[in-house]
């Protein structure tokens, strides 16, 4: 039997198992022995091996998501990387200590701001529930720097089924707290909507402890100092949920490391012009629009840093599959749109969507060379609710 477990094979066909045992609606408990004796003793990164594997082969990635519980149940407290100790976590600044303080932070807001609300009834309660509920709403900040400074690097060095899993949970979070605050608005708080609440707040607990005890060993066994510099200073373009965060200053070995790329580079001559880099790179930050450029790999290689940015992006995108960049629910429409626009069958496509005070438009252009080669395609975003607002003329400029 010790030869079966520890057997790659043998693990994927014990995953296999166990996800179409949840879906036939076994539960967590039921089907946690089977898990755990198959995987004990084995670290995280080899059970992250086991899901991308069956991935590659082409299991669904909600599928595997089923397992995001039961890897908290069998796991606590036993995963050989959860009882390293993770320095980090204790030096101010950095993003594995800014990642831990968050998520106390979160926890703060669930025990003391939604709880007590939840056995009481009344026009008062629910008004705190509500509030409760708003408050716990910069979970979507935590969640986007998770899936656009860490996943990032996850997948350069090749863990690519647990970022996939994550963000498609990080969604149905997000959508399950939206939905609550909708219908609670509404002033009814019923039993259903407690249940539905409860299990939200369990699954935002259970994030929390994947992220601290799963994500972070994995990411602290492969990132370099430098390359935490970069998350570090990339974290301030999405934003933070505590009230201060202290700049994080490595040692100076990393500091002349984090310096190496960074070369003088000469004129860029183009067909109609030259530029200096900084011309050019200002140049395009001043326009009112986003742009941003994917090769002909899919691979991201630019984006502008507009004033006027209607998406965050960070620089740890450069160098990423564009479909990584989304959402697991939405890369089928992300993959449809690219294709689209290599096979010619169309040369850009739109899009328009309301987001707070803004009407965003968002443009795909396919880029081809004089032969009509396919090169890329480029992002154009732009909030035109300015534009339609525009009336009459202007001819003149005015003081």
């Known amino acids: 039997m010790s030869e079966n477990i520890n057997n790659r094979e043998y693990r994927k066909k014990i995953i296999k198992e166990v996800i179409k045992e949840l879906h036939e609606g076994k539960s967590v408990n039921e089907v946690k022995k089977k898990f755990q004796e198959a995987f004990e003793g084995v670290s995280a990164t080899e059970i992250s091996e086991a899901e991308q594997a069956l991935i590659s082969e082409g299991l669904p990635v909600t599928e595997v998501q089923r397992l995001c519980d039961v890897h908290a149940a069998v796991f606590k407290g036993s995963i050989e990387e959860i009882h390293r100790e993770t320095d980090p976590a204790k030096i101010p600044g950095h993003p594995v200590n800014v990642l831990f303080l968050e998520n106390r932070k979160i926890e703060k807001i669930i025990e003391e701001k939604i709880k007590p609300y939840m056995e009481k009834t009344g026009k008062e309660a629910l008004e705190g529930l509500l509030e409760g509920l708003e408050d716990l709403s910069v979970i979507d900040i935590h969640y986007a720097k998770k899936e656009n400074l860490l996943f990032p690097y996850m997948e350069k060095y090749g863990i690519t089924a647990p970022p996939k899993v994550m963000w498609g949970v990080d969604d149905e979070i997000?959508?399950?707290?939206?939905?609550?605050?909708?219908?609670?608005?509404?002033?009814?708080?019923?039993?259903?909507?407690?249940?539905?609440?409860?299990?939200?707040?369990?699954?935002?607990?259970?994030?929390?402890?994947?992220?601290?005890?799963?994500?972070?060993?994995?990411?602290?066994?492969?990132?370099?100092?430098?390359?935490?510099?970069?998350?570090?200073?990339?974290?301030?373009?999405?934003?933070?949920?505590i009230d201060f965060v202290p700049v994080w200053k490595p040692d100076k070995e990393a500091k002349e490391e984090y310096k190496k790329d960074v070369k003088e580079p000469g004129p860029i001559v183009l067909p109609t012009g030259v530029f200096t880099v900084e011309e050019l790179t200002h140049m395009l930050n001043t326009l009112p629009i986003d742009i941003t450029f994917v090769d002909k790999n899919d691979t991201v290689k630019y984006f502008s840093q507009s004033s006027e940015r209607i998406f965050a992006r960070t620089k740890t995108i450069i160098g990423r599959?564009?479909?990584?960049?989304?959402?697991?629910?939405?890369?089928?429409?992300?993959?449809?749109?690219?294709?689209?626009?290599?096979?010619?069958?169309?040369?850009?496509?739109?899009f328009w969507i309301r987001m707070g005070d803004k009407y965003v438009f968002i443009r795909y252009f396919a880029v081809r060379d004089q032969e009509g080669k396919y090169l890329g395609v480029v992002e154009v975003t732009q909030d035109i609710k300015p534009i339609q607002e525009i009336t009459g003329e202007k001819r003149l400029v005015e003081d």
């Open 174 to 241: 997000r959508d399950d707290l939206k939905m609550l605050k909708s219908d609670l608005s509404y002033g009814v708080f019923t039993q259903e909507h407690k249940k539905g609440l409860e299990d939200l707040l369990n699954r935002i607990i259970e994030m929390i402890y994947k992220e601290e005890n799963i994500m972070v060993p994995m990411l602290l066994d492969k990132l370099t100092q430098d390359e935490w510099k970069r998350v570090a200073d990339d974290s301030s373009e999405i934003g933070n949920i």
């Open 321 to 350: 599959k564009v479909t990584n960049c989304h959402p697991p629910a939405s890369v089928h429409i992300v993959e449809g749109i690219v294709e689209d626009l290599k096979s010619g069958k169309k040369d850009h496509e739109d």
